[in-house]
């Protein structure tokens, strides 16, 4: 039988394994950071009747700009961020995945470096890798946040292109303040000219405010954001940024023509209508986060601090271990492969509830 190193595919793709969380069938999913409310019926009638009208235009090729989209994704950032953002400061592609991928075929590819502090979101390491960029993995405290003085260094010493920063963290949790990022950006600056791409991709879910107003007077800050989890609609595929105008123009230099289909574009609109009802969510979420934090706690476990829809909890002398073991009462969570952690996503109360018992059960196994 030909496996793929049989093939002849590029050298560092040797050996390597596609990202991917299992997707089990089981009764409590709380592993991929997805939002566990379905969009409200309302909604689901209003991208219905948009995407019919998309429908009846689908023998022309879509609005390649994409300005409608980038226009309300701008009127969503400034009126949740007091940031005025225009349709010029935003792009918007298949998912902040796509997005990432055409900042790293924009900024760097083969002969260059991109940095991240990890343990943090391991697409930014494989996108890097798809691109043929070489990949540093950047140091972080014990306690999971950005170790400044250390990151300075690394960033001095491997002159990145491309440094990633993502706030809140995932999988930790961890946001980022802004002097951190300031910081960073400086040091990356006076190293060379080099883009900072903040991931924003759980900010609304954050205790902090978003960092987007930093790009004001800093062209080459980045900051990334998605539709999958606030907005509730991972399977949209909807991901955007919001930088400087310049950066938006660059980005097209590599975007597919018509990447993002007349239907994704309606059904992101009509999503983008609905914005307060699924804010409210958001709020429902981060009551639960917040009180997965504070019921872990009270059952006997470490937590690292949560400003996004998820909880990283321990600590465990064998983290896959338990990770199999709360799968056995029926909840999957996530092995990020992070020593001794694991993170559980905030699903409905109901979710919380099943998944608080079975750890609730473990640890009595275990004293
Ligand atoms: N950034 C971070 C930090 C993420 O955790 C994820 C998804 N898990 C993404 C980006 C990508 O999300 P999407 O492509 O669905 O927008």
Redesign the pocket.
């Known amino acids: 039988m030909t496996g793929i190193d049989d093939l002849p595919i590029r050298d560092e793709l040797r050996g390597k394994s596609p990202y991917g969380a299992p997707q089990l069938d089981v009764p409590v999913r709380l592993n991929?950071?997805e939002n566990p409310y379905p969009l409200p019926e309302a909604l689901v009638d209003r991208i219905t009747e948009r995407v019919r009208e998309a429908a009846r235009g689908l023998n022309r090729y879509p609005d390649r700009d994409a300005v409608e989209l980038r226009t309300e994704l701008g009127r969503y950032l400034t009126r949740t961020t007091g940031y005025e953002v225009g349709a010029a400061g935003v792009w918007a592609a298949n998912?902040?995945?796509?997005v990432?991928q055409q900042l790293l075929q924009t900024f760097a590819g083969p002969g260059r470096v991109a940095i991240g502090f990890e343990p943090s979101?391991s697409?930014h390491g494989l996108i890097s890798r798809g691109t043929g960029t070489a990949w540093i993995s950047g140091p972080r405290h014990a306690d999971f946040t950005i170790d400044v003085a250390a990151a300075r260094e690394a960033v001095a010493e491997h002159r990145p292109d491309v440094v990633f920063i993502?706030s809140p963290?995932?999988p930790t949790g961890t946001a980022v303040d802004a002097e951190t990022v300031v910081a960073l950006y400086d040091a990356a600056q006076a190293a060379k000219p080099s883009l900072v791409v903040v991931?924003e991709?759980?900010v609304e879910f954050s205790h902090r405010p978003s960092l987007l107003p930093l790009i004001e007077g800093r062209p080459n800050l980045v900051v990334?954001r998605?539709?999958?989890k606030a907005f509730g609609a991972?399977g949209l595929?909807?991901?955007y940024l919001a930088a400087d105008p310049a950066v938006v123009d660059a980005v097209q230099l590599v975007r597919l023509p018509y990447h993002l289909s007349a239907v994704t574009q309606a059904t992101a609109l009509a999503a983008l209508e609905h914005t307060d009802t699924l804010l409210g969510y958001v709020e429902q979420l981060k009551t639960e986060r917040d009180r997965l934090v504070a019921e872990l706690l009270a059952i006997g476990y470490e937590v690292t601090e949560s400003d996004a829809n998820f909880v990283q909890f321990g600590r465990f002398p064998d983290a896959h271990e338990a990770w199999r073991q709360i799968l056995d009462h029926g909840v999957l969570v996530r092995d990020n492969g992070v020593p001794g952690w694991l993170r559980v996503t905030a699903g409905t109360p109901e979710e919380n509830d099943a998944f608080l018992d079975a750890v609730r059960a473990l640890m009595k196994e275990r004293s």
């Open positions: 991929t950071n998912g902040s995945n796509e990432i979101y697409m993502t963290n995932n991931d991709a759980y990334s998605t539709m999958s991972a595929r909807l991901g």
